[in-house]
């Protein structure tokens, strides 16, 4: 649980910079070491998104928490695999 908490602090902490652009992210869980998030608002749409997602959000997570192996957007996935 602590590891979510800290999880849940980088992503919070991050959050202004993706609002300052007309995006969001929001936590959904953390489960089996992989990240699942939310991208909402320009973030969505936006053709860097996968940038955003691996270089600067997921690499944020495992500086501070190195377990993690993957941030994944739920809207990129199937929701009927989720």
């Given at each position: ?11 919070e902490k991050l959050r202004p ?66």
């Open positions: 649980m602590e590891q979510e908490k800290k999880i849940i602090d980088i992503i910079y993706l609002m300052s652009d007309g995006g969001d992210i929001e936590f959904v869980k953390y489960e089996d070491n992989i990240v699942y998030v939310r991208l909402t608002g320009a973030c969505a749409q936006c053709h860097m998104l996968d940038i955003t997602l691996k270089d600067g959000i997921e690499a944020a997570i495992q500086e501070e928490v190195p377990e993690v192996v993957e941030v994944v957007n739920l809207l990129s996935i199937d929701m009927d695999e989720f």
